[in-house]
């Protein structure tokens, strides 16, 4: 078992930064892909970034790329996602998840252990 609990929510203005940080505990964290997800008010939850165990791999959703940025901390047990330029439709809930693949996968099925979430409000 992997317990995740995300931190660093809030509210700010369109054009500033968050820094979303995700905690686990349990299980060795370094052999997990870790993956952000979010979901907004009456949407479905998408895929917004991930990285691999080692950190060498990262992928992201195109409309957050060059503006957020996955990184992990294997020492640390921590994995965080800096979050600039932000934009009203940014506003979600954040999720991260932890998944087995090697690969990390885009699609929310593949991840096996999620946080409780954290909110991110982006006002224009």
């Known amino acids: 078992q992997v317990q995740l609990v995300e931190s660093g929510g809030g509210l700010v203005q369109a054009g500033g930064s968050l820094r979303l940080s995700c905690a686990a505990s349990?299980?060795?964290?370094?052999?997990?892909?870790m993956g952000w997800f979010r979901q907004a008010p009456g949407k479905e939850r998408e895929f917004v970034a991930a990285i691999s165990w080692s950190g060498g791999y990262t992928s992201y959703a195109d409309s957050v790329k060059g503006r957020f940025t996955v990184s992990r901390d294997n020492a640390q047990n921590t994995v965080n996602l800096q979050m600039n330029s932000l934009k009203p439709e940014d506003t979600a809930v954040y999720y991260c998840?932890?998944?087995?693949?090697?690969?990390?996968?885009?699609?929310?099925?593949?991840?096996?252990?999620w946080g409780q979430g954290t909110q991110a409000t982006v006002s224009s």
């Open positions: 349990g299980r060795t964290f370094s052999g997990y892909t």
């Open positions: 998840a932890a998944s087995d693949r090697l690969i990390p996968p885009v699609s929310s099925q593949y991840y096996d252990y």
